[in-house]
């Protein structure tokens, strides 16, 4: 685990503080399972790569069972990628909705003033 996510533990003081570190702890740990598959299926020795690919292509709604070895790996790195890239955009979105409702509670706090 990164040191720097256990160091923000720090800055947890309330209920909304501790629901946003462990959304983030929940994305960090789901983005790292991603990453470290696409890692086993690079690494693999050759002769264990086939069945490696055929492992993570049963998760994906897509029937490689036509395609080449090297079209299976292209099909299931992808997938992994597109993943990745989707939780990475989930979380941006949070953040920024997050900071927008943060925004829209501060004015209001200090119109009710």
Do not use: C
């Not at 629901?19 to 960090?28: E, G, K, P």
């Not at 790569?49 to 998760?59: G, L, M, P, S, T």
């Not at 989930?90 to 200090?110: E, Y």
């Amino acid at each position: 685990m990164n040191p720097n996510v256990l160091g923000a533990l720090q800055w947890v003081t309330g209920g909304v503080s501790l629901i946003a570190f462990l959304a983030a702890l929940a994305f960090y740990a789901y983005r790292s399972r991603l990453k470290a598959s696409l890692d086993i299926i690079q690494t693999a020795p050759e002769k264990d790569r086939v069945k490696a690919i055929d492992a993570f292509a049963d998760r994906f709604s897509v029937d490689t069972s036509g395609l080449t070895k090297d079209q299976k790996l292209q099909v299931v790195m992808r997938q992994l990628q597109i993943r990745a890239h989707r939780q990475y955009i989930i979380a941006v979105s949070a953040v920024f909705i997050g900071t927008l409702f943060l925004a829209l509670a501060f004015v209001a706090i200090h119109l009710g003033k």
